[in-house]
């Protein structure tokens, strides 16, 4: 069974704290993401990366940063959070093939900076 | 600029009857178009998809429509059932950049 694991379900930090989510997946796939819901937005991209060490920014990259030191874990950095950061987040994997918009999400993590 | 919109945030429907979501985009470089389903507390799981050349694709109790010239699409589930009640969100897939661009959802309640 395919899985996607967050290392929190639930995050309060302060503002201006350094946030690190943490996204392991055990799949063996290249391409991992990172995406925030907001209501009435939908899912929006954060940064992706298609290999270890590579990334592209997404949609939405300002305020974040991303790592891949290992291909099966995928970590979202936020250097100083904001209240605006407030928000559902995220992340998938899916594997490199001529036709791969099938992801696979991991739980989500809902974060609250106060 | 959102490329890819569900105008309808809500949706209720009586058990047996059908449900019909829509979705509408603006770019026509997308090569597929998808439907994914999300459960509170889970993430979001992939249902079904159509590609940008066909019209119509069918998965059991699950349809989705394509109308290029429109720039829409549409999912209908047939017959609705109560576990169907979930959050649906369209999107939309390039090869180039393999992003997939997701609307806003619609949240379906199925009522028994």
């Known amino acids: 069974d395919v899985k996607v694991t967050q290392s929190s379900r639930y995050l309060v930090k302060r503002t201006g704290e350094k946030v690190f989510l943490e996204c392991v997946q055990d799949?063996?796939?290249?391409?991992m993401f990172w995406y925030r819901q907001d209501p009435g937005l939908g899912l929006r991209l954060i940064y992706f990366?298609?290999?270890?060490?590579?990334?592209e920014k997404g949609d939405i990259p300002e305020g974040y940063s991303v790592s891949r030191e290992k291909k099966e874990r995928f970590s979202l950095i936020l250097e100083s959070a904001s209240t605006n950061q407030t928000s559902m987040y995220l992340c998938?994997?899916?594997?490199?093939?001529?036709?791969?918009?099938?992801?696979?999400f991991g739980p989500g993590t809902r974060l609250t900076v106060t | 600029d959102q490329q890819v919109k569900q105008n309808s945030p809500s949706l209720s429907v009586q058990e047996g009857r059908i449900s019909i979501l829509n979705c509408d985009y603006t770019?026509?470089?997308?090569?597929?178009f998808l439907w994914y389903k999300k459960y509170p507390a889970e993430g979001p799981t992939f249902l079904i998809s159509?590609?940008?050349?066909?019209d119509k694709n069918e998965d059991g109790r699950f349809t989705v429509f394509l109308n290029k010239s429109a720039k829409h699409l549409s999912l209908h589930i047939v017959p609705s059932q109560p576990g169907d009640s979930a959050v649906y969100f369209c999107?939309?897939?390039?090869?180039?950049?393999?992003?997939?661009?997701f609307g806003g959802g619609t949240r379906v309640l199925v009522k028994p």
């Open positions: 159509i590609s940008s050349i066909k």
């Open positions: 998938a994997s899916s594997e490199i093939r001529l036709v791969s918009y099938e992801q696979y």
């Open positions: 770019n026509s470089m997308f090569d597929y």
């Open positions: 999107a939309a897939w390039k090869a180039a950049g393999n992003k997939l661009t």
């Open positions: 799949m063996d796939h290249e391409n």
């Open positions: 990366s298609y290999d270890v060490k590579m990334k």
